[in-house]
C-alpha cells in the first residue's frame, strides 16, 4: 500500500550527533554542486510554464499539479521513525511556497537522505522554485499532522519523493517578479500584536498563539541540549 503522506505513524528522530556550524556544508553535501545537483539543473533548461497552475487553484479534485514561486519557509532536513516499532526511517524536508500575495502552500519533500541533504542544501528560503508532478493531499483533519507546519490558507498540501515529482531552483526571466512576495506579511494587517503588547498584557495572553510582525535585531548561534551544534 502507498504511504499518505500522514504523520500519524511517525515520530522526530533526534540529531544522531552534534556538529560545528562549520562542519554543515561537509556533513550535508553544500560544498559545491554534485553530479546529480547538475543533472536537475540540466532538465531545468527545458522548464516552459505551459501546464503549471497557481496555487490558489490547487484543490483535491486533481491528482498532481506543477507550480512556480518564492520559498517564504523551510523546515529539516530531518528523519522519522516508526512508531509501529518497525525501526524503519525516511527522510524529509519540508518547504512553504508562495506565487501571489494570498496564496501559499506546504509541500514536503520525501527519499533517501542523501536525496533528502541535497534537496535542503539547495533550496532556501528566498529561492524561486519549480515543483513539477507534485502529489496534491487534502490537509490531514487530525490536529498532531498540522501542529507543526506553518498556517497556509490552501485546503491542499503538496507532496514530492525520489521517484514522483521534482523541485528545482527556478531560472526564468520572470524570476525576479517573485522577490516582492518576500515582503507581504502572511496574516491581515490588524492580526498582529505589537511588542509593547505583549509585554503590558503578557499574563492575559499565557498559553494564546499570537503573531508578531517585527525586524529581526539579532540572531545567535543555534545550540541542541547544551550542545553546539
Not at 502507498?2 to 540529531?15: E, N, T
Not at 505551459?50 to 490547487?58: E, L, P, Q, R, V
Not at 484543490?59 to 516508526?82: A, E, F, Q, T, Y
Not at 503578557?202 to 545567535?220: D, F, N, P, T
Request: some cysteine.
Amino acid at each position: 500500500m502507498a504511504w499518505l503522506g500522514r504523520f500519524d505513524d511517525f515520530k522526530i528522530a533526534p540529531p544522531t550527533k552534534t556538529t560545528g556550524l562549520g562542519d554543515f556544508d561537509k556533513t550535508f553535501g553544500c560544498g559545491g554542486r554534485t553530479t546529480a545537483q547538475n543533472q536537475r539543473a540540466q532538465m531545468l533548461k527545458s522548464s516552459n510554464q505551459a501546464g503549471y497552475i497557481n496555487i490558489c487553484d490547487i484543490s483535491s479534485s486533481v491528482n498532481h499539479v506543477s507550480i512556480i514561486g518564492v520559498i517564504i519557509g523551510k523546515d529539516g532536513p530531518k528523519s522519522v521513525v516508526s512508531k509501529r516499532g518497525t525501526g524503519s526511517e525516511r527522510h524529509l524536508v519540508s518547504f512553504t511556497i508562495r506565487d501571489s500575495d494570498v496564496a501559499f502552500i506546504n509541500l514536503t519533500c520525501w527519499g533517501g537522505e542523501q536525496y533528502i541533504k541535497m534537496i535542503a542544501c539547495e533550496l532556501n528560503i528566498g529561492d524561486v522554485v519549480d515543483v513539477r508532478d507534485a502529489q496534491v493531499q487534502t490537509k490531514s483533519n487530525n490536529p498532531a499532522d498540522e501542529k507543526f507546519r506553518p498556517w497556509t490558507p490552501s485546503p491542499c498540501q503538496l507532496i514530492t519523493g525520489e521517484n514522483q515529482g521534482t523541485v528545482f531552483p527556478y531560472s526564468g526571466l520572470d524570476i525576479g517578479d517573485y522577490s516582492y512576495l518576500m515582503q507581504i506579511p502572511t496574516r491581515p494587517a490588524n492580526d498582529f500584536y505589537t511588542l509593547e503588547d505583549i509585554q503590558t498584557n503578557g499574563m492575559s495572553l499565557q498559553g494564546e498563539h499570537i503573531h508578531i510582525l517585527a525586524v529581526v535585531k539579532q540572531v545567535k548561534e543555534l545550540y541542541f541540549s547544551g550542545y553546539f551544534f
